[in-house]
């Protein structure tokens, strides 16, 4: 996963806009929110964490996760209202790897990558 964004929050955003992408199958069922929250020693970690979550929810929960209602980020810790749909989510993702992990400051924002173990 690519993703580049304005704002850090906006990160964690497209990070979880691309997941449900991935995990979306069939029609949108009941909307469902969820809290959630991640904590990693870094931005990056906490990016692989936030993604590790999202993919409990929808193996747990059978969570398509389509957007955040609200979101608080600290260096350290997301805390945030998951928006999505009960479906069938595919199982393709096992979570998020440290291989080639990064979050940065880019000359247009913040510039995230991460390596899905599938």
């Not at 304005?6 to 949108?28: D, I, K, M, N, S």
């Not at 929110?33 to 999202?54: F, K, N, V, Y």
């Not at 609200?70 to 998020?96: D, F, M, N, W």
């Amino acid at each position: 996963m690519e993703i580049q964004a304005q704002t850090p929050e906006a990160v964690f955003l497209e990070a979880l806009r691309a997941l449900g992408e991935l995990l979306g199958a069939g029609g949108p069922g009941e909307q469902i929110r969820r809290p959630s929250r991640a904590e990693g020693s870094d931005r990056a970690a906490l990016l692989a964490a936030w993604i590790d979550e999202l993919v409990y929810l929808a193996e747990t929960e059978d969570l398509v996760p389509e957007d955040v209602e609200t979101i608080e980020l600290s260096e350290r810790e997301l805390q945030a209202t998951v928006c999505g749909y009960r479906g069938s989510p595919r199982h393709l993702v096992k979570g998020a790897t440290y291989h080639e992990l990064m979050f940065e400051r880019s000359r247009s924002g913040y510039h995230a990558t991460v390596v899905l173990d599938v």
